[in-house]
Nanobody
Framework: QVQLVESGGGLVQAGGSLRLSCAAS????????MGWFRQAPGKEREFVAA????????YYADSVKGRFTISRDNAKNTVYLQMNSLKPEDTAVYYC??????????????????WGQGTQVTVSS
């Protein structure tokens, strides 16, 4: 089992920045990739960014490219999501996820085995 705990959400004005953290514990050696997803009220959960744990390759949704950066600290078993130039449409609950399966398809929510509890991000206009 892998446990994921997110932190760092909050309220910020448009154009501002936030950094989310996701601390992993448990069988973290089995993680192949980590991802961030988000879900706004009335909408489906959508992919934001992912990172391959070992090689550090990163993947982004088009809507956040150039504004968000995913990174990881192997020693701390922690993944970060730096969010800059935030927009009101970025408002959502952000979830951290981990997967043990190999292969691509990083934007597929069903490929992830473990999920955090979510952290609210609200961007005011």
């Amino acid at each position: 089992q892998v446990q994921l705990v997110e932190s760092g959400g909050g309220l910020v004005q448009a154009g501002g920045s936030l950094r989310l953290s996701c601390a992993a514990s448990g069988r973290t050696f089995s993680n192949y990739a980590m991802g961030w997803f988000r879900q706004a009220p009335g909408k489906e959960r959508e992919f934001v960014a992912a990172i391959r744990w070992g090689l550090g390759f990163t993947y982004y949704a088009d809507s956040v490219k150039g504004r968000f950066t995913i990174s990881r600290d192997n020693a701390k078993n922690t993944v970060y999501l730096q969010m800059n130039s935030l927009k009101p449409e970025d408002t959502a609950v952000y979830y951290c996820a981990a997967r043990s399966s190999y292969g691509g398809d990083y934007d597929n929510v069903h490929r992830y085995n473990y999920w955090g509890q979510g952290t609210q991000v609200t961007v005011s206009s």
